[in-house]
């Protein structure tokens, strides 16, 4: 069941998915096509397929509660002020419980359009609160008890917020999870790579919020940056003002930059082109990143490790195994626009990138399975049309 609702994640954080507007609730099986095989590993047909009330939907963010359970929030393409919101346990079952006994809800904002939001968790007295964050710096609350969306725009308190539609805002473990978010990006006006940690003292928001921040440097303006927490430490993927993929470590307490680390010599001549960084295990990140206009993204697994030079002890970005580069022979027509990729951690082994392209009806799996003895790497491929 857990791989059934991992899937769910995945194929609804892909913008360009459309949902099946036929099937109202219930398993479904997809048949995907294997392509390439290197081991047996577990079937990927057992997926959950969602009824859709919309035409056709582009918006779609997913995230996970504290219990595991699953929320997904569905945007028409055009300006609407209705959000749909999915939501499914843990366990698969239906997450409302009302008398239509259905998986979604219908809400309704003030605003016109809720575009690629970022989604994340503010808990307030033992009570969990969905909230979006957007491009053009609107914040969404939803009360998914009472039924009410509460919004308001958040431009002055966070300064220009960045080009790219994906960036970071989640909430942190180091604060138990309540109600301090990660928020990091490109500023558009100055090109400095901002951090942030918000502090949300109460959910209707006012010019009061606290806020801790560090702008690391100037950067590229068309670059997501993506960051993951690492028990005391955030590491961050950026693109810096050379246009070259740089890691950094910052404490997380004060933002304090502890180190930086240029992991691609080759600049980047492309927008958009996506990337991201995920933590998998014992301060082991992976970082892939698109490096030109083709099919093949670039995956390192990169360690950071506590080394003793100059009679003190300093931290140290190493590679943990040799660099992958996915697709190498271009079989798969892969897009590598940040809209159309996400990788996703599935356990410490086993890491899941989905891929597709804009006006493709093909979405691309790709399962990638990490050794922990040989640091062999495996790959299998997968299409669904």
Same mark, same amino acid.
Not at 210 to 238: A, P, R
Not at 258 to 278: H, P
């Given at each position: 069941?857990?791989?059934?609702?991992?899937?769910?994640?995945?194929?609804?954080?892909?913008?360009?998915?459309?949902?099946?507007?036929?099937?109202?609730?219930?398993?479904? /099986?997809? !048949?995907?096509?294997? $392509?390439?095989?290197?081991? *047996?590993?577990?079937?990927?047909?057992?997926?959950?397929? @969602?009824? =859709?009330?919309?035409?056709?939907?582009?918006?779609?963010?997913?995230?996970?509660?504290?219990?595991?359970?699953?929320?997904?929030?569905?945007?028409?393409?055009?300006?609407?002020?209705?959000?749909?919101?999915?939501?499914?346990?843990?366990?698969?079952?239906?997450?409302?419980?009302?008398?239509?006994?259905?998986?979604?809800?219908?809400?309704?904002?003030?605003?016109?359009?809720?575009?690629?939001?970022?989604?994340?968790?503010?808990?307030?007295?033992?009570?969990?609160?969905?909230?979006?964050?957007?491009?053009?710096?609107?914040?969404?609350?939803?009360?998914?008890?009472?039924?009410?969306?509460?919004?308001?725009?958040?431009?002055?308190?966070?300064?220009?917020?960045?080009?790219?539609?994906?960036?970071?805002?989640?909430?942190?473990?180091?604060? /138990?999870? !309540?109600?301090?978010? $990660?928020?990091?990006?490109? *500023?558009?006006?100055?090109?400095?790579?901002?951090?942030? @940690?918000? =502090?949300?003292?109460?959910?209707?928001?006012?010019?009061?919020?606290?806020?801790?921040?560090?702008?690391?440097?100037?950067?590229?303006?068309?670059?997501?940056?993506?960051?993951?927490?690492?028990?005391?430490?955030?590491?961050?993927?950026?693109?810096?003002?050379?246009?070259?993929?740089?890691?950094?470590?910052?404490?997380?307490?004060?933002l304090e930059e502890i180190y930086t680390k240029i992991i691609e010599v080759s600049s980047i001549r492309f927008d958009e082109l996506f990337s991201k960084c995920i933590q998998i295990k014992d301060y082991i990140g992976a970082f892939i990143y698109f490096r030109e206009n083709n099919a093949i993204p670039k995956l390192n697994f990169i360690k950071l490790?506590?080394?003793?030079?100059?009679?003190?002890?300093?931290?140290?970005?190493?590679?943990?195994?040799?660099?992958?580069?996915?697709?190498?022979?271009?079989?798969?027509?892969?897009?590598?626009?940040?809209?159309?990729?996400?990788? @996703?951690?599935?356990?410490?082994?086993?890491?899941?990138?989905?891929?597709?392209?804009?006006?493709?009806?093909?979405?691309?799996?790709?399962?990638?399975?990490?050794?922990?003895?040989?640091?062999?790497?495996?790959?299998?491929?997968?299409?669904?049309?």
């Amino acid at each position: 069941m857990k791989l059934l609702v991992f899937f769910n994640v995945i194929l609804f954080t892909l913008n360009q998915f459309i949902l099946n507007k036929k099937i109202e609730y219930g398993h479904n /099986n997809f !048949n995907l096509m294997r $392509l390439t095989q290197k081991e *047996e590993i577990q079937k990927l047909n057992n997926v959950i397929n @969602i009824y =859709n009330p919309f035409d056709r939907v582009s918006y779609i963010s997913c995230i996970t509660n504290t219990k595991g359970d699953l929320f997904i929030t569905i945007n028409p393409q055009e300006k609407s002020t209705t959000r749909l919101i999915y939501a499914i346990k843990s366990d698969g079952s239906i997450y409302f419980n009302d008398t239509d006994n259905k998986p979604y809800k219908i809400m309704n904002s003030t605003l016109d359009l809720n575009k690629y939001p970022l989604l994340s968790f503010l808990k307030f007295e033992d009570n969990e609160y969905l909230i979006s964050f957007t491009q053009n710096s609107m914040f969404e609350s939803f009360d998914l008890n009472s039924n009410n969306i509460s919004n308001q725009g958040i431009f002055q308190i966070l300064g220009p917020n960045s080009n790219i539609n994906k960036n970071t805002f989640t909430r942190l473990n180091y604060y /138990n999870n !309540n109600n301090y978010i $990660l928020n990091s990006y490109i *500023e558009r006006n100055n090109r400095y790579f901002l951090l942030q @940690i918000l =502090n949300f003292p109460k959910l209707q928001l006012d010019r009061k919020i606290g806020k801790l921040e560090n702008k690391v440097g100037e950067s590229w303006h068309y670059s997501s940056v993506t960051c993951f927490e690492n028990i005391d430490l955030i590491e961050c993927l950026y693109v810096d003002k050379y246009r070259l993929y740089t890691v950094a470590i910052f404490n997380i307490s004060n933002l304090e930059e502890i180190y930086t680390k240029i992991i691609e010599v080759s600049s980047i001549r492309f927008d958009e082109l996506f990337s991201k960084c995920i933590q998998i295990k014992d301060y082991i990140g992976a970082f892939i990143y698109f490096r030109e206009n083709n099919a093949i993204p670039k995956l390192n697994f990169i360690k950071l490790n506590m080394v003793y030079e100059n009679n003190s002890f300093i931290y140290k970005l190493e590679n943990y195994t040799d660099p992958l580069y996915i697709n190498s022979d271009q079989k798969y027509y892969l897009g590598n626009n940040y809209i159309y990729n996400d990788i @996703i951690k599935f356990n410490e082994n086993d890491i899941i990138y989905v891929n597709t392209k804009n006006e493709s009806d093909i979405l691309m799996i790709i399962i990638i399975k990490l050794s922990d003895e040989s640091k062999n790497i495996l790959i299998n491929y997968y299409k669904k049309n």
